[in-house]
């Protein structure tokens, strides 16, 4: 089974800079698709990036020009870098793993595995 355990969330104020991670047990990135996921308050899950098992990544407008998706293939694990934070991107964070990219977006649906979210808060 894929494991995967999210870090690195917490409070920051906005314009600042939060670089989550998610440790990948169970299979190695380069058989796996690792997808990033939002949902603030009293709002839907939104696919936020996405990397697939080559290498080809995708970013969602809400947080393009602004973020950086990569891997550390010798520790197995995915980290995506936030800058210029604002408010309305409070929320949980959750990785997941798939078998499916797509360079148009990040459907919940294609992931099979999740790990447990990690609390982004922007606030002054």
């Known amino acids: 089974q894929v494991q995967l355990v999210e870090s690195g969330g917490g409070l920051v104020q906005p314009g600042g800079s939060l670089r989550l991670s998610c440790a990948v047990s169970?299979?190695?990135?380069?058989?796996?698709?690792i997808g990033w996921f939002r949902q603030g308050p009293g709002k839907e899950y939104e696919g936020v990036s996405c990397i697939s098992t080559s290498g080809r990544i995708f970013y969602a407008d809400s947080v393009k020009g602004r973020s950086r998706l990569s891997r550390d293939n010798n520790n197995n694990t995915v980290l995506l870098q936030l800058n210029s934070l604002q408010p309305e991107d409070t929320g949980v964070y959750y990785c997941?793993?798939?078998?499916?990219?797509?360079?148009?977006?990040?459907?919940?649906?294609?992931?099979?595995?999740w790990g447990q979210g990690t609390q982004v808060t922007v606030s002054s």
């Open positions: 997941a793993a798939g078998d499916y990219y797509s360079d148009y977006g990040v459907p919940p649906g294609v992931f099979h595995s």
């Open positions: 169970g299979a190695t990135l380069d058989h796996v698709v």
